[in-house]
């Protein structure tokens, strides 16, 4: 079974801290109420301040319903003003996957 990876990868201004922790919980509480959203990964490097987002939907209907939510265009539009100095989001079908762990 395919699904869609959003990659969402940028670059914060070293400001408006408190305000962006407030928006990045809220919307990552809110993607998870999205019908077809599957998981998230994300990590920042604090030095650079680059960092990735990868939002995993079961299908494009997904992924659209989730970039029409008023909150999150609201975010969007935020990020472009005060949280970012430069980001880039990548749509990616995931056609195969497989995974390993070390035996206890």
């Not at 990735?52 to 909150?71: D, H, L, M, P, Q």
């Amino acid at each position: 079974m395919s699904y869609i990876a959003v990659i969402f990868t940028s670059t914060r201004w070293d400001s408006d801290h408190e305000e962006y922790a407030t928006w990045s919980h809220l919307m990552s509480e809110m993607v998870r109420e999205i019908p077809g959203f599957l998981n998230s990964d994300s990590f920042r490097d604090p030095e650079t301040r680059e960092g990735v987002t990868i939002a995993y939907f079961e299908n494009e209907e997904a992924v659209k319903t989730w970039r029409e939510v008023s909150e999150h265009q609201e975010a969007q539009q935020l990020g472009r003003e005060k949280f970012y100095g430069e980001y880039r989001v990548r749509i990616a079908r995931v056609e195969r996957e497989y995974d390993w762990k070390r035996p206890n």
